[in-house]
């Protein structure tokens, strides 16, 4: 290969490096001296060109000869560095038979650096536990109990006022991972009811249709219960049809009738509805069931259809129902053929929580607007969340929101709201959350609430929070990163300006974010050599986002990518962490130290700790300052673990055509990437940023962040992890 041939061969792998340095490798490699590179040479070429430093210094660190580590050697890194002291032994032994390339090296039970590099760039090496990547949690409680992934309007692909309501919203909302799609049934042509956002211009789609797109896709991903969230608009007739669609297309899918089980007091769980389909609804008494039968037969024998009279802005806002001997009747006839088919999911107005909790049973729910559930946290916090612990809560994004933005679930979940409904088709910090959380327990789209949100008796605050278990304190060591990808082409400079931000979400006293310093004009192998650090007070309800920018003093920052995890599901030690979003990524090696644990801080967080929020309610921001350019550190800066990178592979969607990208540049991979495909491998050569991370005493992990560029260049899909825009 010549050197343009090898240049050519840097822009397919998504190689971005500067023209001299490449070419000053390739001479190198070159030792015929030819001007070509054959076999071996460009074996060596290819070495020196994915040669990572930090990873070279760990892994000599633990090997006597600098070649390779034996297996007594292996177990030493195991327990000192990645804490694994339990089982290290046997753990060593089948890594590396997993990872080890070298036939004889398995036999003689040593990892060379190639099997060191592919096992840091695994999933065990990964900063996400891998004990939370399978469904491990336990699934026989009541459905009140989890946090249940959600999706609003499902049907829209674009804005709420003009979009386009397709099937496929529903295909990718439930290839996902979510469990709780919304329909809203209007009267439609030749008696066939329609799925639309009604009073506007969204265009139209058969309600028949809809059904079969989710008994087709429901289970494909998860097996446990789907909701349907019918917002029912239609007349009598037509909502004979659609008692007789659901029936029809969704079979025994459908749950029509309650478990057999002796005097409930409360919801099934979703191991008892595994493989069902739920609707949630209005339902009639058995004396409204009556009264209204005889009512619609008599409006059917005058010829008159009588609409359901139900503001398709909020579900739960029914209007109350008006004297009899009026002339007017607020109140919509319901159908009791659709009335029989909600079970569990009695769809009731909300009052008051006591009212609620005087009146209502288990199987009614109530849906709030995000204004009215947020003044319901301030106001009310705590009976919130002792509401929310026998009774089902259903929150839906503003009437305001007509651009399908979203807001945070977060704070929502703080008060142990189970369905927060989200617009999945707009990318953003806030489905970056949302994916983050169900990420964990198998996709399987229900994540167990913590106990104290599942109390009745909680006298849990998520305003005013009396931290139910410790606080734990998070020390993250930003080292380096590599083949980060320009993402503002307009921007004056041509290569990347990399700062690496962490962000940690839970209750309002522990939201903060922290970033490093920029490297100046470096995105092919960026070091920051900074620690941050987090103290959080209800661990169990925080996530922890990394993110990548592209420092730009005109303006804010342009993004790179992301990757969110819940604190519970982190492990510690090093680890690449992959981002995501329309641009590119980045994984991370980090640590993370707890001190209720570890009354000894880390020699690398004694010599490299710039900040430490100790305060309640902190946000401190490491200050910035000039890189010192290409790969120049300062002499005592602990050698950085190793990281990972992610192979770059085009983007496609199911039917194999490029992938598009949503307004402003936001794209969401996981809309079109099957869930059901393994994740992306790592490989030398991809971004990523190289992070540690301790919460009681340092390990080395990695994180691998996929990504997606920009349309024209290569791309990478998210695996089904955080950033679940792809999956």
């Not at 945070?408 to 806030?430: D, F, S």
């Not at 109390?455 to 606080?471: L, V």
């Not at 990347?496 to 939201?511: H, Q, S, Y």
């Not at 020699?603 to 430490?612: F, G, I, M, P």
């Amino acid at each position: 290969m010549s050197f343009q041939e090898v240049q050519r061969l840097l822009h397919l792998m998504n190689v971005e490096m500067d023209q001299d340095y490449a070419f000053g490798l390739f001479q190198a490699a070159d030792t015929s001296q030819s001007g070509t590179l054959e076999g071996e040479e460009f074996v060596q070429f290819y070495k020196a060109l994915t040669k990572r430093t930090e990873v070279q210094e760990l892994f000599e660190n633990f090997s006597a000869d600098g070649q390779k580590l034996t297996l007594l050697e292996f177990v030493d890194f195991l327990r000192e560095d990645q804490k694994e002291a339990d089982h290290a032994p046997d753990l060593a032994l089948e890594l590396i038979d997993r990872y080890e390339p070298s036939a004889s090296g398995k036999l003689r039970h040593v990892l060379s650096m190639d099997g060191f590099l592919n096992y840091l760039c695994s999933k065990d090496g990964d900063i996400f536990n891998p004990d939370c990547r399978p469904i491990y949690q336990d699934m026989t409680r009541p459905l009140s109990h989890y946090f249940i992934n959600s999706s609003h309007n499902t049907y829209l692909v674009g804005d709420q006022l003009c979009g386009q309501s397709s099937v496929e919203g529903y295909i990718r909302a439930l290839k996902r991972g979510c469990r709780c799609v919304e329909v809203d049934v209007w009267d439609g042509p030749n008696g066939e009811p329609i799925v639309y956002h009604g009073h506007t211009l969204t265009s139209r789609i058969l309600f028949k249709d809809v059904l079969a797109a989710v008994a087709q896709y429901a289970f494909q991903t998860s097996d446990y219960p789907v909701i349907l969230s019918l917002e029912n608009h239609c007349s009598w007739e037509q909502q004979q049809s659609m008692a007789r669609h659901l029936t029809e297309i969704l079979g025994e899918q459908l749950l029509s009738t309650a478990l057999d089980t002796q005097l409930p007091t409360e919801l099934p769980s979703p191991e008892d509805l595994r493989g069902k389909i739920l609707v949630k609804g209005k339902k009639l008494t058995p004396e409204e069931e009556l009264e209204d039968k005889e009512e619609a037969e008599s409006v059917l024998e005058t010829g008159q259809g009588l609409e359901l009279e139900t503001n398709y802005l909020s579900e739960t806002e029914l209007p109350p129902k008006k004297n009899r001997k009026g002339k007017k009747k607020s109140k919509p006839i319901l159908c009791p053929d659709l009335s029989v088919l909600v079970v569990y999911l009695q769809s009731v107005s909300f009052h008051s929580f006591t009212h609620s909790k005087e009146n209502y049973h288990f199987y009614e729910m109530s849906s709030f607007s995000e204004s009215k559930a947020r003044n319901l946290i301030k106001d009310a916090g705590n009976e919130f969340v002792q509401h929310n612990a026998w009774q089902l809560s259903r929150v839906y994004p503003s009437g305001l929101r007509t651009d399908s933005s979203n807001y945070n679930p977060q704070e929502l979940w703080n008060a142990g709201c189970q369905m927060v409904a989200m617009n999945m088709q707009t990318a953003g910090l806030e489905m970056d959350i949302c994916d983050g959380l169900f990420h964990q327990n198998g996709s399987c789209g229900y994540v167990l609430k913590p106990e104290f949100l599942r109390d009745t008796q909680s006298s849990f605050h998520p305003e005013r929070p009396i931290s139910p278990s410790k606080a734990q304190t998070l020390l993250v060591q930003v080292i380096s990163g590599q083949q980060l990808p320009k993402v503002n082409e307009t921007k004056e400079k041509s290569i990347v300006d990399p700062l690496v931000k962490v962000e940690i979400f839970g209750i309002r006293a522990d939201t903060t974010r922290q970033e490093t310093s920029y490297v100046e004009n470096n995105g092919f192998n960026p070091y920051w050599g900074q620690t941050l650090c987090f103290r959080v007070l209800v661990p169990e309800l925080a996530m922890v986002r990394f993110v990548v920018k592209d420092y730009n003093w005109k303006s804010r920052h342009d993004f790179i990518g992301q990757y969110t995890v819940p604190w519970t599901c982190m492990q510690q030690g090093t680890a690449p962490a992959s981002t995501q979003r329309p641009s590119s990524c980045t994984p991370a090696s980090w640590k993370t130290w707890n001190p209720e644990r570890d009354t000894s801080w880390p020699e690398w967080a004694q010599s490299q700790t710039r900040v430490c929020n100790e305060s309640p309610v902190p946000r401190q921001t490491a200050r910035r300052k000039p890189g010192r350019g290409l790969r120049q550190r300062p002499k005592d800066a602990l050698p950085p673990p190793a990281t990972c990178s992610q192979l770059s592979v085009k983007g496609k969607t199911d039917q194999g055509s490029s992938l598009p990208e949503q307004p402003g540049g936001d794209f969401t991979p996981g809309l079109y990437r099957d869930s059901q495909e393994s994740p992306l491998d790592c490989s030398p050569l991809a971004p990523l940023v190289l992070i540690r991370a301790s919460l009681s005493s340092w390990a080395l992990r990695a994180v691998c962040l996929p990504w997606v560029r920009r349309a024209g260049r290569s791309s990478i899909i998210f695996p089904v992890c955080p950033r679940l825009e792809g999956q």
